[in-house]
């Protein structure tokens, strides 16, 4: 049943961080990866920071942070490839 609730979050997270990145969504699938990456990436960073979340608004909220994070990571290297064109 867990497994289900993360992906659920994952989607969702992933939806909620390409809206706040790039103002749309990119796809179930991406989305669901981005979550979930970004759920991990949130986790860790949330625990270098000594923050502790608990709950499933909790998990939303470190995931969409990470996935936020996650994005923002893509873009230098995108904006970087461009920059040197």
């Known amino acids: ?3 289900l609730w993360y992906i659920i ?3 969702v997270a992933g939806f909620i ?10 796809g179930l ?10 759920g991990v990436l949130g986790g860790w960073v949330f ?12 998990s939303l909220i470190t995931s969409t942070v990470g996935a ?3 994005l923002w990571i893509v873009s230098l ?7 040197e064109i």
């Open 77 to 83: 290297f995108n904006n970087r490839k461009r920059i």
């Open 17 to 26: 961080a390409g809206k706040l990145m790039r103002g749309g969504g990119f």
């Open 68 to 70: 936020v994070v996650l």
């Open 9 to 11: 979050i994952g989607i």
């Open 47 to 58: 625990g270098l920071l000594g923050i502790a979340t608990t709950g499933l608004l909790g």
């Open 29 to 38: 699938l991406v989305n669901l990866l981005v979550g979930v990456v970004g």
């Open 1 to 3: 049943m867990y497994f």
